[in-house]
């Protein structure tokens, strides 16, 4: 019996004797492992085939906007991959350092390859950017894609402007203008036609396409919108109101009513006053006519 060099095994081994010349000594290896060092081991051997996988899936670079790079073809293994589905040619290009996709003829466009773990969702990721230049004036582009509830490419699409650049320019598209409304859900496929009218002599550089989320549209604040009703629904002034509230004025009471009240107190005094004169005067009349008659 001995031990073996492996951990946790044991080697077992019976001897023999031969009276034969030349005889061989047979061992029969029983080699057994403590349960705890096999447990041990396989787990150990999971680990190791883990960060085997995960090492070689395939990396996207991140999006400093926080978006999510559907691809980066700015790295040449990449480029290599693409080709050009439809009159239109795919090479790396060491100037620049990105793809150049030359247009041999009408209708051109190419797919992009993506993976399982290059889907994601177009509920989240509504905005697609290409980062791209051109010295082709004004040209319309059209984007197609395939989703987990639709994968009728046809029907998926959106259509796109894009303007000469001298530099690298981020160009966004919005995919919820497509043409019915089928961006949404898991986004399995992608393919970019960079022109509609397929002129040879066009030339394009794309160095990225990645999707970002929709900017939130900006909403008034409520104190705002309060402030707006009140002053729709505040009841017009009255002169006399607004002069009442002008700075630097003095209210003056109001004493309509007491003057009304007064003034019929003045009629009444006049009235009485008048009475009293008619009086007086009836009494000098009559006095005077009572001296004349004993004149006579």
């Not at 001897?15 to 030349?22: A, E, F, I, V, Y």
Request: hydrophobic share 30%; aromatic share 6%.
């Amino acid at each position: 019996d001995g031990t073996s060099t492996l951990p946790g095994s044991v080697l077992r081994c019976e001897d023999g004797t031969s009276t034969l010349p030349g005889s061989v000594l047979r061992c029969e290896l029983n080699i057994t492992r403590d349960a705890k060092e096999t447990e041990k081991m396989e787990k150990q051997h999971v680990e190791e085939t883990t960060t085997e996988a995960t090492t070689t899936e395939s990396q996207n670079p991140e999006d400093p906007a926080g978006g999510f790079v559907v691809i980066d073809m700015t790295d040449p293994t990449v480029v290599a991959k693409l080709k050009g589905d439809n009159n239109c040619t795919i090479t790396y290009d060491e100037v620049n350092g990105c793809a150049k996709v030359e247009v041999t003829g009408d209708d051109p466009f190419f797919t992009i390859p993506m993976k399982k773990d290059q889907r994601f969702d177009g509920d989240k990721y509504q905005i697609i950017v290409l980062t791209y230049k051109t010295e082709v004036e004004d040209t319309t582009g059209e984007i197609f894609f395939t989703s987990k509830a639709s994968s009728a490419l046809a029907s998926n699409h959106t259509t796109y402007f894009m303007e000469a650049a001298e530099d690298f320019t981020e160009l966004e598209i919005d995919m919820r203008d497509d043409d019915n409304g089928t961006w949404e859900g898991e986004i399995r496929s992608i393919r970019i036609d960079p022109s509609t009218d397929g002129s040879d002599d066009q030339v394009f550089y794309f160095k990225s396409v990645v999707v970002r989320e929709a900017p939130e549209e900006e909403t008034e604040p409520e104190t705002q919108k309060q402030t707006e009703t009140e002053k729709t629904t505040e009841p017009e002034q009255t002169t006399a109101e607004a002069t009442d509230k002008a700075p630097g004025t003095t209210k003056t009471p109001t004493t309509t009513n007491n003057n009304n009240q007064g003034g019929g107190a003045n009629i009444g005094l006049i009235i009485g006053i008048i009475c009293g004169a008619v009086v007086v005067i009836a009494v000098i009349v009559f006095i005077i006519l009572k001296v004349v008659k004993k004149k006579k």
